[in-house]
């Protein structure tokens, strides 16, 4: 299940779904709206104010004469300008960079909310590229239309006003003809270069895709000698970028040029109407200047506006990307107004539990079994029989399709999953760490813990000796996933920060299974040391880590065949028994080959 493709949403749709994130700072949004006004205004006054000093200064120079009140209120109407400007920068900051997080955090949290089903088959490169721009827009959106489009279109209004109301319709006419004119080429061609630009945003996402894949499996690539074949693909995903941006740059070259020549044409026509009427004596020079400055003024925003129009529009595209994570359903839920789960003995049940993917490939049928609080039941069986599927529904990354899981009598689909993961620890048959200290792998399992207790657990689990033979101790880091450490180091690792968690219910999912038979029996001893007195669930590959379990169930094709303990599983000379006889065998070391003759 990949990401949803994105919802087509206006600007005042997505503006309506930030809007719960920016309300708590409506002080702030209009306190800063103040500020805009105010320095709109003050830029709008300059020109005024320039009108009459050069028509003060249209007699003979003296030093006397000179007009000191329209020069300090150009000064002071130049600074206020910058200066309010400033200050709404200042004021709205906060909001801008709390509501980008707010956002961000809330599809991060979505995205661990969804069920594994979405994130088996996510290419991780690709989503946090989608987030990573998406958090970018976020402020951009916020800051372009409230702060940049809306002032713009306010200062249009009130030039035009004065435009009207000082001088002839044709001023009006002129103004208005040159602002339809704009605004209808600068929307049109947008719309017709957008598809350049999701394109680019397209190719840049499968880029990244690709290239984090690809470093996340470097080994595989250097086993198969596959470098080049790495470089083909990630060459072919560069090139559609590569293509896209192009386009997207060749057609934002024609719309700049299409807006230059509009607002020159506007600002001709408007030039040779106030140099008429100077020429008539209806206008003063002053007048000339007010209206050559206005319109110099307007073609800044003007130009500025069209800019900001495919940005917001760009913007969109990279939200709304955002918000199709979001859009993505939850398949596990909570109940609404979920207890959290109660654990006395943590007495665990699975009461004929059905499963299923997908209702053409059934996986589970009629899974029953009980662990009475403190025993160890372990489950068996060949690959594909659905064990480790067991582990996954009782973590709830699924719902069971039917039949129930109970821990303590309580349904688990009636708890609160944060109450009922809290009450489980498991050790994985592939421990994947952090990319961070071992210190902070092994305090994953409660991080609230002290580091006295972290090292308590590190000693349990015996990795305390080689942790502080290490140059850096604890502060040593991992590597990606891990990979700085052995096999049994990792597993180690795992032991201890499943102890450091102090679970009620215990999972080993095929612990021991990648480990060699040395390490396996090693790691298999302290695996029933923490087991003890705890409710456990074993899933097994080798049958000889499993022979001490107080019940024994075998799993073949989503099905229990069998049931018993070790002995009497023997005894029937059915399935495990055979399992067994196979293992055995292949464990036995082959009989050396006569000498020849």
Known sequence: MSPAPPQERSLFAMLRLMLPHIWPYRGRVAFAIGCLIAAKLATIAVPLTL????DALDVKPSLLLLPLVPLVAYGALRLASSLFQELRQIVFARVMARTSRKITLAVFRHLHGLSLRFHLDRKTGGVARDVERGMTAVSDLLDWTLYTILPTLFEIAVVAIILVTRYDASFAVITLGTLVAYIAFTFSVTEWRLRYYRAANEADTEA??????????????KYFNNEEHEQRRFDSALTKLENATVKSLKTLAVLNIGQAGIVAIGLTLLLWRAAVGVAEGRMAIGDLV?????????SIPLSYLGMVYREVKQALTNIQRMFALLDEPQEVRDAPDAPPLAVTGAELSFEHVDFHYDPARPILHDVDFRIPPGKTLAVVGTTGAGKSTLARLLYRFYDVSGGAIRIDGQDIRQVSQDSLRTAIGIVPQDTVL???????????GRPEA?????????????????????PQGYDATVGERGLKLSGGEKQRVAIARTLLKNPALLVFDEATSALDTRTEKIIQAELAEIARDRTTLVIAHRLSTIVDADEIVVLDQGRIVERGDHASLLAAHGRYAALWTMQQREARPAAPEPAPA
């Open 434 to 444: 952090f990319n961070d200290t071992i210190y902070y792998n092994i305090a994953y």
């Open 51 to 54: 009108k009459d000093l050069i």
């Open 290 to 298: 007010l209206v050559n400055a206005f319109l110099i003024q307007l």
């Open 450 to 470: 002290t580091r006295e207790e972290v090292i308590a657990a590190a000693r349990s689990a015996h990795i305390h000796d080689f942790i502080v033979s290490l």
């Open 208 to 221: 990244n895709a690709r290239n984090v894949d690809s470093l996340l499996n470097y080994e595989t690539v």
